[in-house]
């Protein structure tokens, strides 16, 4: 009895029988799932599994019927809001690469950089030594240095999405919520990719949502099959690419 | 801090636009109260103050663009904060008329006289007071932004809903205002204006103050809206506007940010509203009227939203052209209005401000493109050099 407890405890994010329904349509449908510190997890499903609806719920655009979020096991996620999460060092990628395409790539960071949000703060904020510093890292990680004054527009389909990535590093999260990073991605830069989340999953936690299975073969981590709602099947790539029933409801449509 | 957030404000053409208006601001009445009425230079004292006039809606559209160009908000609303800070003015001015009414009564302005009323109401307290009735001209804009903008923000109203519903606050204080027992005058609004602070608000030299404020303040106002633009809120600001669920995911909190700068936004609206008053004399419910919002979003969207200089040049040329129109083509200036905001739309829809400079932008690239390809067999050696290494 003592296990569930403990996962509990060890966890970073805990999701214990969430349900939610939009119009009577059952989105997610007691969904459990768990993410420890330091985690690379990918999650795998059909359209319509409730992948984005999930991250929706961690991330407080939406509340949930019932169940439990927490996170770090202290903190309910439901009574939250995005920017109180954000706050708490959860960070989202949206599945459309999101980032302020009238700024240059450096504006970008800074406003993402884990800094005092209150508006009197923004007004009067100077750029310090540090922040520039942390700037000059994010950008090399994500490979733009040479581009950081251009603006955001001009980078293309991929690079958004590595500003995008930069954007959430600089938040400092303990979790990184990704959903389809690689999507319209040609292969060596898919392959970059994989490097640069493995990169980022050695000193956080990161969820990952994909279709390309060969991008989660790359990844190599445990992966989670959602599927109506809930989960269908949790291992390696391996088990969870031979279990019948994921190959029934995803692989094999 | 506050040294650096001022500072950062005074970028280039700011700098020279400032310096314009306060240029603009000793000249104009230097040669209207200086130089005699038969000389080439002279600036009659009603050019003064249609000028002044202009630079009264320059103002407000410089507001308007803080909270359209910067950060998104559509407000079809923004003459209601005009036209209240008008009243606080006005009922100043009220005030100051003291005995010499039609009605000669000391203490009641001849309105409330007409209605019968036997006291003050309680909201015309203080507005004797220029500096209560100037803080009111802030207070009472900003507060109703406040109140609006803490539900509608909060409640995430958007785009065309929170038009029309700033459109619908407008339109509410029109007919509010319009009722004879809200104790503003009602139909015929506030007028016969005597003093303010004591000089007579028709003679050329009052007129000639009031106009070096209105540019005096348009100025401030621009060097606040820069500072503000520039400051990392601002980029915050155009952060909303372009992807606002990014922001939010970010951890910032849209709502608050857009609240400051609605607030901000109706106050300097309530500072071109008091300063249009005396200029024209009157203050009357029509000011609520839907249309002129829509109108102010007109003259910025002509100069260029999202630029601030934009909206100052937008505001001046479409009245300038309204005050030529309807002297000399009445019947066809609502058409030209009409056809001026679909051209924009249509051929300039960054404004005059906006394309001119995205032409410098694009004729600049061309240039360092140029520049590249030229450059490119010297530097090219070099680049191997340094890979070398």
Known sequence: MNTISETRQKSLLYLENVSV??????????????????ELRAIIGPNGAGKTTMMDIITGKTRPDTGTVLFEDAIDLTKKDEADIAQLGIGRKFQKPTVFESHTIWDNLELALNRDRSVFATLFYTLSPEDEARIEEILSTIRLSHRKDELAANLSHGQKQWLEIGMLLAQEPKLLLVDEPVAGMTDAETAETAELLKEIAKTRSVVVVEHDMGFIRELGVKVTCLAEGSVLAEGSIDFVSNDPKVIENYLGR | MISGFVFRALEGKIVVAIAILLVIAILVPALNLLTPPDSALHIPTYAVSLFGKYLCYALLALALDLVWGYCGILSLGHGAFFALGGYAMGMYLMRQIGSRGVYGNPVLPDFMVFLNWKELPWFWHGFDWFVFAM??????????AFIFGWFAFRSRVNGVYLSIITQAMTYALLLAFFRNDMGFGGNNGLTDFKDILGFPVQADGTRAVLFAMSAIMLAFCLLIASAIVRSKFGKVLVGVRDA?????????????????????????????GALFVPQVGIINPGE?????????????????????IGPIIGAVLVNAGKSFFTG????????????????VTLFLPKGIVGTVQHGL??????????????????????AQAQAAE
Not at chain 1, 21 to 38: I, Q, R, T
Not at chain 2, 336 to 341: E, Q, V, Y
């Open chain 2, 135 to 144: 803080a009111m001209v802030l207070v009472v804009p900003g507060l109703l």
């Open chain 2, 361 to 382: 932008k694009a004729r600049k690239a061309m240039k360092a493109a140029v520049e590249a390809e030229k450059g490119r067999d010297e530097a090219a050696p070099v």
């Open chain 1, 21 to 38: 329904s939009f119009d009577g349509f059952k989105a997610l449908n007691s969904l459990s799932f768990v993410v420890e510190p330091g």
């Open chain 2, 288 to 308: 609520f009227a839907p249309a002129n919002s829509i109108e102010v979003v007109v003259w910025t969207a002509v100069g260029g939203r999202g630029t601030l």
């Open chain 2, 328 to 343: 000399a083509f009445p019947e066809i200036w609502l058409y030209a209005l009409g056809g001026l905001f679909i051209a």
């Open chain 2, 244 to 272: 606002e669920s990014r922001v939010r995911f970010l951890g910032f909190r849209v709502e608050n940010i857009k609240l400051f700068t609605f607030v901000v936004s109706a106050m300097m609206a309530g500072i071109a």
